[in-house]
Structures are given as C-alpha cells and as structure tokens.
C-alpha cells in the first residue's frame, strides 16, 4: 500500500526527525552517503557547464548542500518543506551566497528558465505529485540545464535476503527507537518499497521532457544517481 504522502503528514514526520536525521542518515549507510553525494558534485566538475544557480530541492539539513558548493555557483537555494531541517541548515552552513526557501517542490518562488542545476537527494520519493513537481522542475530549469537525483529506489531484481531483513525490521526498529519518533522509520522502508524501480523513473523523466543522460547505480541497485537534462 502506497504510504500517505500529503504535505502535512511528510513536513511534521522530518520535522520530528530532523535533530537526529544526520546523525541516523550517517549510521545506517555506515557513512556512504558522504561519499555518494561527494561523486555527484565531482561528476558534475567533469560537466562544460558553468552551474551559476543552483536550487538544492529538498535539501533536509543541507549535506547535498554543502558539498554542491564546491562547483563555486553565484548562488544556491536550499528550498524544503520542513522547517525544522532548515533550522538545522542554517546552523550548518554559512555562506553569503544561500538562501534557505520554505516551499514545496511542486511551487517554486523561482522565473521561468532561470536555474542551471537543481539536485534532489533523498527527497522525490517523498513527492505526493510527481508529475506536477517535474513540470515545475522544468519551468524553472534553463534549456540544457541539469536535474540530477540520488534517490533510494525499488529493487529490480530480488535485493538479498539480509538487506530486506535489514531494512524492513532492524533498521525501522532502531531508526524509529533512536529518533524517538513512532513509525517515521516505517515510512522510510515502506516508501522505498513502494516507490518505482530507476528504470520506471526515468521513463515517467522522459515522458516530463527530460533527456536521461545516464543512471549510475551506487548500492545493489537500490540507492542510484540519476542525471537528466532540460
Ligand atoms: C530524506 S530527507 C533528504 C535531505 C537531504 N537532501 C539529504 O540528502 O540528506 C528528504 C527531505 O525532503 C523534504 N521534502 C519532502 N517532500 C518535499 C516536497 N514536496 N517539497 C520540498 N521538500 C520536500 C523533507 O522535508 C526532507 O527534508
């Protein structure tokens, strides 16, 4: 069963979740993620664009953030429906060139063809709509200019039977006891399971208008990079 997505519900589960989120985020992929959000920025070094204005969508407590501001960018927003995470944000990183946005994906403060990157990490599996979301994506994104995702999606093939373990009892179990939250750590199993394979989310990328420049799988095809163009 699809997990309830509406707004109020997902801003209240990170909001609860947001002072132990780095913390469990780190624990749970005995840190990989560092290193997953740091090949992201380097792959985009190796790009001929120049990435002035970036968009940072969902950027919880800003790790993505962070490392995306070593592609030097005029300007970066960190835009997330969770204040919370943005407090914690804030706290973390300070720079004269970012600018911390409280909204949601699917409306952007943002021009028309205004934008050279937006990043998503960890966020569009949480998008109630994600049609409308990719539009407003594409309103915003420049001609040419890059939509690059890390998400962690649906399996597909049979992932091994110690990591189904791992992830649908223990991890719910300790996320949900360490974070002091009642099932914000259920939602995260459920939501994944639940979410589409890399390969159905290109498509539904594609059938948007994106141009699918290439996935690249960082975790037994569950946790993959994704970067698209407008
Ligand atoms: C799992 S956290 C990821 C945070 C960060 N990007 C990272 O890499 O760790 C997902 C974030 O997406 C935000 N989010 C979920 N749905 C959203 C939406 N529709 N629009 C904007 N932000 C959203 C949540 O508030 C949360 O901070």
Redesign the pocket.
Known sequence: MQPDKS?KK??MM?DEI?PS?DRL?HLFTARR?IVW?RKIVNELKKKDNRFYNIV?????????TLELLKLDPDKICA????KN?LDLLRIKISDERLELIH????SMPFEDDSIDLIT????VR???NLNE?LAEIRRVLKPGGYLVI?EMFKAERMSSKIFNYYFSKIMPFLGNKLSKSKSAYNYLSDSVQNFLTVREFTDICQENGFTHEKSVNNFIGVVNSVYLRN
Do not use: P
């Open positions: 707004r997902i801003e990170f947001a989120y985020n993620d959000r940072d969508l969902a950027s919880g407590t800003g790790d993505l835009v997330d429906i969770s995470m909204a949601e994906a699917s998503i990490g960890f966020g949480n998008f109630a979301s890390i």
